[in-house]
């Protein structure tokens, strides 16, 4: 099955790398050939690792990466089964991409994305195929990860969802079907926590340092919730929050004051060197 991806970040490289992993040809589009030449070398170097471990065959790297193909005009969809879109976190972009991908895929193209908050009816309604519109929502690092949150629309179809439930699985994912409403079930869940644990923060509840050590050895979580905050970025957290707020106007997920002032300085966590903890 030939797949379109469209983000050639973090994300995007991951989705890609999975499903050429899988066998299927990839279509990996970025606006920006830089961007998509260190994709490429990164994906190559995820691979690398997974042959070194003994989680691919040998040869299985090649094989991949031949499977991937880098680039940078829309028309790369017009012959793809299923476009998974991986683009910034903006409904306002993530919306007039999918108009645009709705004239150019063949009427048969499931689009997915994989957005962590933005609602799956607000994309599916800017095209004529709502019915083929879903979240694909995966975990990052995607080739570890097993979760995939499967996110049904308003409009979506039984028949879209079979599909892409069936098509999880045969990546070797773990796929759960969840409704659309704001930040799903995964971040509907996890951002009140991170935000409740930078109020800790932010009122000398604790240090960073502290809080996370009483999450993880109290709690079991691999990995604190201001460590996990940084690794996904302030500003995406942020972005989260602010829908969730909007979404469901409740004031317990006012986003915390000094999660907006770190993210208004550019203290990004691990991509932009300091969050709640210095790179």
Same mark, same amino acid.
């Given at each position: 099955?030939?797949? /379109?991806?469209?983000?050639?970040?973090?994300?995007?490289?991951?989705?890609?790398?999975?499903?050429?992993?899988?066998?299927?040809?990839?279509?990996?589009?970025?606006?920006?050939?830089?961007?998509?030449?260190?994709?490429?070398?990164?994906?190559?170097?995820?691979?690398?690792?997974?042959?070194?471990?003994?989680?691919?065959?040998? $040869?299985?790297?090649?094989?991949?990466?031949?499977?991937?193909?880098?680039?940078?005009?829309?028309?790369?969809?017009?012959?793809?089964?299923?476009?998974?879109?991986?683009?910034?976190?903006?409904?306002?972009?993530?919306?007039?991409?999918?108009?645009?991908?709705?004239?150019?895929?063949?009427?048969?193209?499931?689009?997915?994305?994989?957005?962590?908050?933005?609602?799956?009816?607000?994309? $599916?309604?800017?095209?004529?195929?709502?019915?083929?519109?879903?979240?694909?929502?995966?975990?990052?690092?995607?080739?570890?990860?097993?979760?995939?949150?499967?996110?049904?629309?308003?409009?979506?179809?039984?028949?879209?969802?079979?599909?892409?439930?069936?098509? /999880?699985?045969?990546?070797?994912?773990?796929?759960?079907?969840?409704?659309?409403?704001? $930040?799903?079930?995964?971040?509907?869940?996890?951002?009140?926590?991170?935000?409740?644990?930078?109020?800790?923060?932010?009122?000398?509840? /604790?240090?960073?340092?502290?809080?996370?050590?009483?999450?993880?050895?109290?709690?079991?979580?691999?990995? $604190?919730?201001?460590?996990?905050?940084?690794?996904?970025?302030?500003?995406?957290?942020?972005?989260?929050?602010?829908?969730?707020?909007?979404?469901?106007?409740?004031?317990?997920?006012?986003?915390?004051?000094?999660?907006?002032?770190?993210?208004?300085?550019?203290?990004?966590?691990?991509?932009?060197?300091?969050?709640?903890?210095?790179?």
């Amino acid at each position: 099955m030939k797949v /379109a991806v469209l983000g050639a970040g973090t994300m995007g490289n991951g989705i890609a790398q999975v499903f050429a992993q899988n066998g299927h040809h990839v279509v990996l589009r970025d606006l920006d050939g830089a961007i998509l030449e260190r994709a490429i070398a990164g994906i190559a170097k995820s691979l690398a690792k997974l042959e070194e471990k003994g989680k691919l065959q040998p $040869g299985a790297k090649d094989e991949a990466l031949g499977r991937i193909n880098p680039e940078t005009e829309l028309d790369a969809v017009r012959d793809a089964a299923l476009v998974v879109e991986a683009i910034v976190e903006n409904a306002d972009v993530k919306r007039s991409l999918f108009k645009q991908l709705d004239a150019l895929a063949p009427e048969a193209t499931i689009l997915a994305s994989n957005t962590s908050s933005i609602s799956i009816t607000k994309l $599916g309604a800017a095209t004529t195929r709502p019915g083929k519109v879903i979240g694909m929502h995966f975990m990052n690092p995607v080739p570890l990860m097993q979760l995939v949150e499967v996110i049904r629309g308003q409009a979506t179809s039984d028949e879209t969802t079979k599909a892409v439930m069936e098509l /999880a699985r045969a990546l070797g994912k773990t796929p759960v079907e969840v409704n659309d409403y704001p $930040g799903f079930v995964s971040n509907r869940v996890l951002m009140p926590m991170i935000n409740e644990a930078i109020y800790c923060v932010y009122e000398g509840v /604790a240090t960073p340092q502290a809080i996370d050590e009483v999450m993880r050895l109290g709690m079991n979580h691999p990995m $604190g919730p201001l460590t996990l905050a940084d690794f996904i970025g302030l500003d995406v957290c942020l972005a989260i929050l602010n829908v969730l707020h909007d979404g469901l106007g409740d004031p317990k997920y006012r986003p915390c004051p000094l999660l907006k002032r770190m993210v208004d300085a550019g203290w990004l966590g691990r991509k932009g060197g300091r969050g709640f903890y210095s790179y």
